[in-house]
């Protein structure tokens, strides 16, 4: 079974910047194969993809997190990272991770971790 282990969220202050780290563990031939995003998901707001990286560097953004946040993969650590730069309160929420096999199944999620942006 493949789990996602999530770290890195915290407490900060407007303006300031976060690194997330989503590792895989479990026995997983070729990380490259996975389609690996992030999500998030405020208080009373539905989930919303923030960012993903399909391909080596075939990346997307939500236009909330353009200019400001960063999507990157490490295949040989089997890790996907997300740097939050200039933080606003309202992306404070619970941010999980996602990977998808392309060769089929369903939706692996990490546990989650709060990022809350506050003076």
């Known amino acids: 079974q493949v789990q996602l282990v999530e770290s890195g969220g915290g407490l900060v202050q407007p303006g300031g910047s976060l690194r997330l780290s989503c590792t895989a563990s479990?026995?997983?031939?070729?990380?490259?194969?996975?389609?690996l995003a992030w999500y998030r998901q405020a208080p009373g707001k539905e989930r919303e993809l923030v960012a993903s990286?399909?391909?080596?560097?075939?990346?997307t953004y939500a236009d909330s997190a353009k200019g400001r946040f960063t999507i990157s993969r490490d295949n040989a650590k089997k890790t996907v990272s997300l740097q939050l730069n200039s933080l606003k309160p309202e992306d404070t929420a619970v941010y999980y991770c996602?990977?998808?096999?392309?060769?089929?199944?369903?939706?692996?999620w990490g546990q989650g971790t709060q990022v809350t942006v506050s003076s």
């Open positions: 996602n990977a998808r096999d392309r060769r089929g199944g369903g939706d692996i």
């Open positions: 479990g026995i997983i031939f070729s990380f490259s194969l996975y389609n």
């Open positions: 990286i399909t391909g080596a560097v075939s990346t």
